[in-house]
């Protein structure tokens, strides 16, 4: 059964930081490329963050200089360190793995809030 869990989230002032963990489990990970989501009430999912097929780090302009992704091979592990948070990263963050050999649909978390108060 694949599993991907996500913790971390939780409410922080403007300025502040967190970091978010997804635990991935049930599957090859080395045959995926992680990343990290976020949806806003009334809006649409959005790419936070991610590793592309390649490991290459992608990020959302938004994000740039103050999120930062990485992977852990032997733990299963991605993260998500958030600084400089702003009131406009409240969101619900979810962790995807995404196949990288060929199409398959990819994993998804349930999410983590992460909210952020002006």
């Known amino acids: 059964q694949v599993q991907l869990v996500e913790s971390g989230g939780g409410l922080v002032q403007a300025g502040g930081s967190l970091r978010l963990s997804c635990v991935i489990s049930?599957?090859?990970?080395?045959?995926?490329?992680p990343g990290w989501y976020r949806q806003a009430p009334g809006k649409q999912r959005e790419l936070v963050a991610r590793f592309d097929n390649i490991d290459r780090t992608e990020y959302a302009d938004s994000v740039k200089g103050r999120f930062t992704i990485s992977r852990d091979n032997a733990k299963n592990t991605v993260d998500l360190q958030m600084n400089s948070l702003r009131p406009e990263d409240t969101a619900v963050y979810f962790c995807?793995?995404?196949?990288?050999?060929?199409?398959?649909?990819?994993?998804w978390g349930q999410g983590t809030q992460v909210t952020v108060s002006s």
């Open positions: 049930g599957i090859n990970f080395g045959f995926y490329a």
């Open positions: 995807n793995a995404d196949y990288r050999y060929g199409f398959q649909s990819p994993y």
